[in-house]
């Protein structure tokens, strides 16, 4: 009883927390590697003039092959300093109104400005480049199953951008975006000794929670929110404006300062006006109130003839292979049909003709069904917890074949890697061999650790039969014997 008693008083001492993040295990998480070679900086005009400074849109690369677009602000008079700009989800980047106004402001207070888009904005959102929202989750997956991720790529696309104002001689260093640009300024400044202060304007929650909505492009994988010690890592002056009322979050350090500017969810002229007021006493630009209006030009360039390289053509590192550990979530469902001995089919699968071979089919189903949002959305809450969705898709199996007791297994496209992590004799129909073969519908949950790089081969290697020809497929497995 005296025992019981002290487990309950000590449950309620010490509630169940999320461990604090290792600082070294993140930042190394957040440093993609992607970073090599000359920035080869080339301006791509036009150079336009604007009140009291020039803008011209430019390239730079993150490795070679791998271009980056930004616009690059020159004062009419220069005092020095520096900001990078960091863009939210606005659906442009450097064009943006949320870049474009605070970048022409800096830049009129006399800082050197670089607007750096992500990849998959403005001219580079095409289907080899995308990262944000559902069209570029599947480039994400491949990030992720390389041991790095979209956060990762981005930031060190932002610290190629600080390495462009360092080479054009700016000094000292600052950040600043809205919203997800308000997630990249602080994590950028958090990674990069270089940049000396940030401002975040409308900034969401940092981290990010592992199940929260919009783009899961700032997924930390296996690092959920919330976790004030992640805040509290960065010790520069930090400026964090909101764009509603609410406490401050818990673990700004203490220099940082948190104001409440009521409004849209954007980078708005009070916030403006209070990111000139910050920079000038930290980066020591002008002192100077907004420009009533700014720039509001296209800042995109044509993309040219010439190729480029692909997220998925980047260098795979560190990545720990998928290891299944079934573990059952969301119980199947198991519908048996026809006579025979039990054959378990997983995915899309044709059942007549394997009934008719005498077969008795039982299709498993999870109560999702692949390739939709929701499916889209387990997954990515699974990456933020870091665990592997396709351990609960195994775990699922297991479940349907100790209730089933099937003699073979038939598997469709990615379900070939949940088949091969059992001792059944099985079969994989229109097998995902490499990436070149990814369909758009094909699920996330195909992204395991390792996936492109020996795993799926490895899996899809125990298979009795792989290809497009059921007859074929229905032969390997042999006659149906009870
Ligand atoms: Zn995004």
């Known amino acids: 009883m005296m025992i019981f008693l002290l487990f309950i008083a000590c449950s309620t001492l010490f509630p169940e927390t999320t461990p604090p993040i290792k600082r070294h295990d993140v930042a190394a998480s957040l440093t993609g590697n992607f970073r090599s070679g000359p920035l080869g900086i080339r301006f791509i005009g036009p150079e336009r003039s604007v009140h009291q400074a020039t803008v011209v849109p430019v390239r730079f690369s993150l490795r070679p092959g791998f271009e980056i677009s930004g616009a690059l602000w020159t004062p009419q008079s220069p005092t020095g300093a520096g900001v990078i700009v960091a863009h939210g989800h606005y659906g442009q980047g450097k064009s943006g109104a949320e870049a474009q106004e605070i970048a022409h402001q800096l830049a009129a207070a006399g800082a050197l400005v670089l607007a750096v888009d992500t990849p998959g904005v403005e001219e580079w959102d095409v289907p080899e480049r995308r990262i944000h929202f559902g069209s570029g989750a599947h480039n994400r997956g491949v990030l992720y199953s390389r041991g790095s991720s979209a956060m990762a790529l981005q930031l060190d696309v932002l610290r190629r951008g600080v390495d462009v104002l360092e080479q054009l001689g700016a000094k000292p260093i600052g950040a600043t975006g809205a919203s997800g640009g308000a997630v990249a300024s602080f994590y950028l400044g958090w990674l990069d000794s270089r940049v000396v202060t940030a401002v975040m304007a409308s900034s969401p929650p940092i981290p990010r929670e592992a199940a929260a909505s919009g783009c899961a492009c700032d997924h930390i994988p296996g690092h959920p929110g919330p976790d004030a010690t992640v805040l509290s890592q960065w010790s520069d002056p930090t400026l964090w404006m909101s764009d509603v009322v609410q406490v401050p979050p818990e673990g700004l350090s203490p220099k940082a300062e948190f104001e409440v500017f009521e409004g849209p969810h954007s980078y708005t002229l009070p916030m403006q006006?209070?990111?000139?007021?910050?920079?000038?006493?930290?980066?020591?630009?002008?002192?100077?109130?907004?420009?009533?209006?700014?720039?509001?030009?296209?800042?995109?360039?044509?993309?040219?003839?010439?190729?480029?390289?692909?997220?998925a053509d980047l260098p795979a590192f560190k990545a720990q292979p998928w290891k299944p550990q079934p573990s059952l979530g969301r119980v199947p469902r198991v519908d048996c049909q026809g006579e025979g001995p039990v054959m378990l089919t997983l995915g899309a699968v044709a059942l007549a003709p394997i009934q008719a071979a005498g077969w008795r089919t039982c299709a498993l189903s999870m109560p999702t069904s692949p390739g939709t949002d929701f499916d889209a959305a387990i997954w990515t809450e699974s990456v933020g917890n870091g665990t592997v969705m396709a351990d609960e898709l195994a775990g699922a199996v297991a479940f349907?074949?100790?209730?089933?007791?099937?003699?073979?297994?038939?598997?469709?496209?990615?379900?070939?890697?949940?088949?091969?992590?059992?001792?059944h004799k099985f079969v994989v129909h229109e097998p995902v061999e490499d990436l070149s073969g990814l369909r758009e519908n094909d699920p996330l949950w195909l992204h395991v650790p390792g996936a492109w790089d020996g795993v799926i081969q490895a899996h899809t290697a125990k298979a009795v039969g792989v290809g497009d020809d059921p007859a074929a497929l229905l032969g390997a497995l042999g006659p149906p014997k009870l």
Do not use: C, Y
């Open 273 to 311: 006006e209070r990111a000139l007021d910050w920079f000038s006493d930290h980066l020591g630009t002008r002192k100077m109130k907004p420009l009533a209006a700014t720039a509001n030009v296209d800042l995109s360039t044509p993309l040219g003839e010439s190729g480029f390289m692909a997220i």
């Open 400 to 423: 349907a074949v100790r209730q089933k007791k099937p003699k073979v297994i038939w598997a469709h496209r990615a379900w070939g890697l949940i088949a091969s992590t059992f001792e």
